[in-house]
């Protein structure tokens, strides 16, 4: 099963994901996917409150900023017991939480040996393609597979041509996973707006 979770930078869709991920894990194991590449302070200042909010929920960190379908091999070969109590909690196997599809989709796209070919259409449907075929991957891995990414189509402002290209091909991924997630919801100022609901 496939949850998207998509929002605004701040929108609180992080914070719902993680709540999403806990209530469903019971006694299964309880995974984060890490996409981000920290370059910055103000990067390492969101990693390190993402770290803080994760604390004491039992999640096992994979840092993959790319490649997803070696987080696939982690988790599908990972035996590693979370610990949690089950109270209130539908038990389950194992549950994976990835944050986020925008970095993954970014780090994919500007990587050194991708670089060079970003302008190049058939390079980005190539991309497209082997970042939805991690998504299957780490969907086989697991029981759920929770997708957080952003909402950054919305403000009309024309880019420079990479800059679009990237939101072109992370608008298509969005779009692929959304048509196979059997839930999609958008989190407004942290409240949920459900757009597909199955499941969780």
């Given amino acids: 099963m496939i949850a998207l979770v998509i929002g605004g930078s701040g929108s609180g869709k ?15 194991s309880l995974y984060y996917v ?7 302070e103000e990067g390492k ?5 993402h770290q803080k909010m994760r604390a004491g929920k039992g999640f096992l960190t994979i840092e993959q900023p790319r490649r997803l379908k ?12 979370a610990g949690r109590v089950a109270a209130e909690r539908v038990p389950a196997g194992k549950i994976v939480l990835l944050e986020c599809m925008s970095n ?3 780090n994919e796209m500007f990587s050194e040996e991708n670089l060079s070919a970003v302008m190049d259409e058939a390079k980005i449907k190539q991309l497209s393609h082997e ?7 780490l969907q086989d891995s697991c029981d759920i597979l929770i997708i957080v990414t952003n909402q950054i189509f919305e403000d009309g402002i024309r880019y420079d041509a990479s800059t679009m290209a990237y939101i072109r091909l992370l608008g298509d991924i969005n779009r692929q996973i959304a048509e196979r997630a059997e839930q999609v919801v958008e989190v407004v100022a942290g409240i949920p707006i459900f757009i597909k609901k199955d499941g969780i």
């Fill in 14 to 28: 992080s914070a719902y994901a993680e709540q999403m991920a806990v209530k469903a894990a019971g006694n299964g």
């Fill in 34 to 40: 890490a996409t981000m590449q920290v370059y910055d």
């Fill in 45 to 49: 200042k969101k990693v390190e409150r």
């Fill in 70 to 81: 070696e987080a696939a091999k982690k988790v599908a070969t990972e035996k590693v017991s």
């Fill in 104 to 106: 993954l989709v970014a």
């Fill in 131 to 137: 970042i939805i075929s991690g998504v299957t991957a």
